[in-house]
């Protein structure tokens, strides 16, 4: 016997137990996992599955660790997984596809409900990814499934040189006004960020459109903000979307077509965005002007260079409640540079809250995985005029 | 006081680097030490003489930090990060009254016998209220000084082989009678409504004079400057400046207005750039610009 094959059984054999687990989907009993509801236009759906995966790579290679069973008639799922941050997806597959041998450690059970979607099928990239599952903890996912309606379509383009790519956003089959389509290069930034190019935003009609593009693949989110802003968390009522057929490939010369219904509002994605999930990791404190007073509705930031301002932080806090309080989640410990101000987005301007922390000298804090570091206070000023 | 806990240690009694970057400062209004290593300044504190400064140094926020004419600020090479640019680093997030006179300017400079650009990182004045640097040498620095979200005075320094003279944004300062001499960039900036005023000033020979990086406006008053020898550009759009900016009534060494064009790096050049608007300018140079006689020139 190949001596490869040999070694690619023995791993399949080794990885059996958690296979069995995972893909034959008993009912789960760990304490540690994830759990939640998948939609379709508002209505809860059943017969979807949910699938997780150790990486962005193995969710566009439809490799997952684990799947869930078929959702409920309440739309309702439920999974055990190893604690740990995974990336997680629905989809609801018209027909199951018949995947090729598995790879070495790759379960055959679980690989058998994963494979591409084809035009018909619906899907839902949960736009919290990537998500911790907390050691003790059913972490609430929630899913709104769009349905794949048509491939990507190519017509001719005067701009022989550059790639065009336009579409219409949609919700529930209406245009969403106000929308900004943003290409990433990749999802190694999990689609935060400014990405390679944004859209202005949509009409009455719906319609982005984008020019001069290099001949590549793009990954496309849209994002309506009801503030209006171009940046910063999604909130309540906010839109966000994943293009199910993710990545597109613009053409030079060509003018790539596609219709791309958003998931649904943020609200109804997750009761927790990924920035405020519960990682276990926590930074708290207060948020407290120079006379010790609460600043509610401040934010607390995270940053891992030295120096904050003007750039993104990595993590933020919810705004400030009526006491000031603050609560960063962390993704994993380290060293962190830890300030606050009133706004997200941009360098901040007169009048504006800000601050840092004061109990080191460069505002730093050191912080393992899974600990709760408590009394960050972060004094706040207003910038002086 | 807890003397264990002090983290400013005199040169002549430590010889060693790396104290505890957060260590609290002996509380007091006394003569400074001479070096301070990662220093957190908790208190109001005075300096004299020759001050070494290693790695980043920060004087907290309600505290002021003194600086006697005459008073010579070394940083010695550290590049704990690799980044090429020497990591010390003065921030102020308190108050700064750093006041020179003519014959005994403040210095701010490299330890390195043989000095070079970025042999530090900056001076910083932070959410800090009328601080004041006046009669000040900066040289070898990333940047001389840096001043954000903050107000004060400016005045009759010098900038001298820096990579960048100066950068601000969203600040409320007036940069008067300063000399801007032989920097990679003269002036960076990212204003944000600020309503800072930069005038009579000399700069002279900078690779580009003016940078605006973007989100600048006209909350910012340029005008009444000597704006000479650039040797690349005088005023260089960053690629998102979008808006105009005023620089009338400045002198750029010529009366010929194609040169003075040519100098500038704005719609002329990218049309998805704001304009500088140069005309009308100055005929002639500006009477008593620079750094004022008066109080006297750092050599």
């Excluded at chain 1, 566009?60 to 799947?67: G, N, W, Y």
């Excluded at chain 1, 336009?166 to 919700?171: A, L």
């Excluded at chain 1, 909130?235 to 990545?247: C, T």
């Excluded at chain 2, 300096?47 to 309600?62: A, D, F, M, P």
């Amino acid at each position: 016997m190949n001596k490869y094959l040999v070694f690619a059984l023995a791993a399949l054999f080794m990885a059996l137990p958690c296979i069995t687990t995972a893909g034959a989907a008993p009912e789960p009993n760990t304490g540690t996992g994830f759990e939640g509801r998948v939609v379709c236009d508002s209505q809860v759906f059943q017969g979807a599955r949910v699938y997780v995966y150790k990486s962005f790579g193995d969710m566009l290679a439809d490799r997952p660790v684990t799947v869930s069973a078929p959702t409920k008639e309440d739309g309702s799922w439920k999974l055990d997984c190893p604690p740990g941050t995974y990336y997680l997806a629905a989809k609801q597959l018209a027909k199951v596809p018949a995947s090729g041998a598995p790879a070495a450690g790759d379960s055959a059970e679980v690989l058998k409900y994963d494979g591409p979607l084809a035009v018909g099928d619906c899907f839902c990239f949960q736009g919290s990814n990537p998500i911790t599952a907390v050691p003790g903890k059913y972490t609430h996912v929630g899913f709104a499934l769009v349905k794949y309606s048509a491939s990507v379509s190519y017509s001719d383009s005067s701009d022989k040189d550059d790639g065009t790519l336009t579409g219409t956003v949609t919700w529930s089959g209406q245009p969403v006004k106000g929308a900004i389509v943003t290409l990433y290069m990749d999802g190694k930034d999990n689609f935060r960020g400014q990405g390679y190019s944004a859209s202005p935003p949509t009409g009455e009609d719906g319609v982005f459109r984008m020019e001069f593009l290099p001949d590549t693949d793009y990954f496309l989110i849209a994002r309506k903000r009801e503030n209006g802003k171009k940046a910063g968390p999604l909130h309540e009522g906010d839109y966000f979307g994943y293009y199910v057929a993710n990545p597109v490939h613009v053409k030079a010369g060509k003018v790539a077509k596609v219709d791309f219904g958003v998931i649904s509002k943020a609200g109804e994605i997750g009761r927790e965005d990924s920035l405020f999930r519960d990682t276990g990791t926590h930074i708290t404190g207060r948020i407290l002007d120079d006379k010790g007073r609460p600043v509610k509705g401040a934010y607390a930031f995270a940053y891992i260079e030295k120096v904050m301002a003007h750039k993104r932080p990595e993590f933020i806090s919810r705004p400030a409640d009526k006491d000031g309080v603050y609560v960063l989640n962390i993704s994993k410990g380290g060293t962190y540079y830890i300030g606050a101000r009133s706004r997200y987005g941009g360098t901040p301007a007169f009048g504006e809250w800000y601050g840092s922390y004061e109990g080191t000298g460069d505002h730093h804090v050191n912080i393992n995985t899974g600990q709760v570091l408590k009394g960050i206070d972060i004094p706040v000023e207003k910038i002086p005029q | 006081m807890k003397l264990a806990a002090a983290f400013v240690t005199l040169a002549l009694f430590a010889g060693q680097a790396g104290l505890p970057a957060s260590a609290a400062a002996a509380p007091g209004k006394t003569a400074a030490p001479a070096v301070y290593d990662k220093a957190y300044i908790q208190h109001d504190e005075t300096w004299s003489g020759e001050i070494t400064l290693i790695g980043q140094n920060v004087v907290k926020r309600g505290c002021t930090l003194t600086i006697l004419p005459g008073t010579v600020v070394k940083f010695p090479w550290v590049d704990e990060d690799k980044n090429g640019i020497g990591d010390g680093e003065l921030t102020i997030e308190g108050r700064i009254i750093a006041k020179g006179t003519k014959d005994r300017p403040i210095v701010f400079t490299s330890a390195q016998p043989k000095p070079k650009i970025k042999d530090w990182t900056f001076v910083q004045i932070a959410m800090s209220k009328n601080s004041i640097v006046e009669y000040c040498k900066f040289e070898y620095a990333f940047t001389g000084l840096q001043v954000h979200y903050s107000t004060g005075t400016i005045k009759d320094n010098l900038f001298t082989n820096n990579f960048e003279g100066m950068r601000f944004s969203t600040t409320d300062v007036l940069i008067s009678h300063n000399d801007f001499i032989n920097n990679n960039f003269g002036i960076r900036f990212e204003a944000l409504g600020s309503r800072t005023t930069i005038r009579k000033n000399v700069f002279r020979g900078n690779g580009q004079t003016f940078f605006p990086v973007r989100k600048t406006w006209n909350s910012v008053k340029i005008y009444d400057n000597d704006i000479l020898d650039s040797k690349e550009y005088a005023v260089n759009f960053g690629m998102n400046q979008k808006k105009d900016i005023d620089f009338t009534n400045n002198w750029w060494g010529t009366t010929d207005a194609s040169a003075i064009e040519a100098l500038i790096y704005d719609k002329s050049k990218d049309n998805t750039l704001g304009k500088a608007d140069f005309i009308p300018f100055l005929k002639r140079p500006v009477k008593d610009c620079g750094i004022e006689q008066g109080g006297g020139r750092p050599e």
